[in-house]
């Protein structure tokens, strides 16, 4: 499995309620209200266990949440995508109001694919964990 990792990333919140707030998907609405109008049109539904996206190039994909570690760790798993894939958000604590965040993808990849997917992959993992520092937990 070739795994995608993001940079870590500082949320000024405290690892309790970073985890409280991702752990529920319905609490992405505070994320698309924060973002300008076009800049998240590619999040077609989602609830407290999946998202459902439009992926460029790729056509829609449901990812599941198959686990949750309270406090620290959120798992999905593809639904509906060309290629299966899981997702995780990992979540530690720095002090008692800050903590660190990382998103990584695994996916099962030939040599061919992953030269042509890397690049957009590991963009979407930054991406990812961008956006999770904008929510306010």
Sequence with gaps: MTKFESQV????????AV???????????QLMDLVPP?????????????????????GEV????????PSSCIKFASE?????????????PVGEAESKVKVTIGVELNPFLKAMVQKPLN???????????LIRY
């Design 38 to 58: 076009g800049k998240l049109d590619m999040i077609k539904s989602f609830d407290s266990d999946s998202i459902t996206v439009n992926a460029p190039g790729v």
């Design 19 to 29: 985890y409280t707030k991702l752990s529920d998907l319905n609490n992405l609405q």
């Design 62 to 69: 449901k990812m599941v949440v198959v686990e949750r570690t």
């Design 80 to 92: 509906k995508s060309p290629m299966p894939f899981n997702l995780w958000i990992q979540m530690l």
């Design 123 to 133: 963009d979407a993992v930054e991406k990812m964990a961008n956006a999770l520092t």
């Design 9 to 16: 990333k500082h949320i000024q919140a405290p690892q309790e």
